[in-house]
T-cell receptor
Framework: NAGVTQTPKFQVLKTGQSMTLQCAQD?????MSWYRQDPGMGLRLIHYSVGAGITDQGEVPNGYNVSRSTTEDFPLRLLSAAPSQTSVYFC???????????????FGPGTRLTVL | KQEVTQIPAALSVPEGENLVLNCSFTDSAIYNLQWFRQDPGKGLTSLLLIQSSQREQTSGRLNASLDKSSGRSTLYIAASQPGDSATYLC??????????????FGEGTQLTVNP
């Protein structure tokens, strides 16, 4: 299994540009999520999904959209990039969304995004 | 709002030393607690997960304890090695029904083990 994969690894955008960060997992996990990691703020949840067709907001959703058309993929869209979105973005997945407090969350390698 | 604090922020030790990393959280109503390792420029690797009903978990040279009532967890690393150098993150999860399985992270302890 490849686990959780993310592309691209690095990206530089200009303010106002849009882009999609890709995330895929091959473990048939129902639950997927996006976090951003910033110095002094730790990791914060942006959006999450408990299964195909179901998404919800996390702690810091503004400026980001997500969709979950398949179990495997959970892309994160920046509609109009802002310098405040400069961060490292991590995608994560776990087996089930509910009921299993033994479920480990698996993280991808991250995407480093700079918005100029 | 759940807050997670990790002390110390950075730690430098000689190889072979036993060490303890600390994590505290403000809301004791947690679902589970995980310790992660993050290498520079890399993603997070899960080290140990402790269920809310458990007191400790062990994996090799690592032992994590949980005292839910006092809001504390420790990660004990025995016989440290230079390869243990990384940032160690503590994260707590509230009940999925109320939090969407959100993990609340501490800012981490940056560990350096010197040969």
């Amino acid at each position: 299994n490849a686990g959780v994969t993310q592309t691209p690894k690095f990206q530089v955008l200009k303010t106002g540009q849009s882009m999609t960060l890709q995330c895929a997992q091959d473990m048939n996990h129902e639950y997927m999520s996006w976090y951003r990691q910033d110095p002094g703020m730790g990791l914060r949840l942006i959006h999450y999904s408990v299964g195909a067709g179901i998404t919800d907001q996390g702690e810091v959703p503004n400026g980001y959209n997500v969709s979950r058309s398949t179990t495997e993929d959970f892309p994160l869209r920046l509609l109009s990039a802002a310098p405040s979105q400069t961060s490292v973005y991590f995608c994560a997945s776990k087996r089930s969304p509910f009921g299993w407090n033994t479920d480990t969350q698996y993280f991808g390698p991250g995407t480093r995004l700079t918005v100029l | 709002k759940q807050e997670v604090t990790q002390i110390p922020a950075a730690l430098s030790v000689p190889e072979g030393e036993n060490l303890v990393l600390n994590c505290s959280f403000t809301d004791s109503a947690i679902y589970n607690l995980q310790w992660f390792r993050q290498d520079p420029g890399k993603g997070l690797t899960s080290l140990l997960l402790i269920q809310s009903s458990q007191r400790e978990q062990t994996s090799g040279r690592l032992n994590a304890s949980l005292d839910k009532s006092s809001g504390r967890s420790t990660l004990y690393i025995a016989a440290s090695q230079p390869g243990d150098s990384a940032t160690y993150l503590c994260a707590v999860s509230a009940a999925p029904e109320t939090s969407g399985s959100r993990l609340t992270f501490g800012e981490g302890t940056q560990l350096t083990v010197n040969p």
